[in-house]
């Protein structure tokens, strides 16, 4: 299988751990190890569930909604669930490693956060390796991340 951002609905499914990133909301130091979860619905949606321990007391939280890919734009627009039905945001793959174990992928600004990078694996372990991956595949993109990247991990 070829790892591309137009047939990320394919790959995705499964949970990935963020091992790098330059979003506010993992950067602040209260919310600790981030996983996306992606599970293949049958109406074509994904079921998107965040999870992250909370620094206060490490109980973990969940943040669900739906990502449905747009064929034309190549982004996933994901929805809320619940009381989150109000809230939209717009994401994409930047790009996924041959292997399909990393994948870099940006998400735009809406009215409650800013706009982001995320490097996600699915390995939770501190890898050099996706280091290195994420170094070239950014520069091949021609992208410097500001502000920089903060790897969750370290060796």
Known sequence: ??????????????????????????????????????????????????????QADG????????????????????RGKGLLFIARSEWRVLTAADDGQTAIILFSKTLFTAAGLDVIA?????????????TAALAEQGLKPSPPLKWLKES
């Not at 109980?59 to 994901?78: E, K, L, S």
Request: glycine residues 6%.
């Open 122 to 134: 699915r390995s939770s372990d501190y890898d050099p390796a996706i280091v290195s991956y994420t």
């Open 1 to 54: 299988m070829q790892y591309t951002p137009m047939n990320a609905a394919d790959w995705l499914p499964g949970t990935w751990t963020v091992q790098a990133t330059n979003f506010p909301l993992w950067l602040k130091g209260d919310k600790l190890a981030p996983t996306f979860t992606y599970t293949a619905l049958d109406d074509g949606r994904l079921l998107d569930e965040v999870r992250y321990q909370r």
């Open 59 to 78: 109980r973990t939280q969940t943040i669900t909604g739906y990502d449905r890919f747009d064929t034309v734009t190549g982004r996933f627009i994901w």
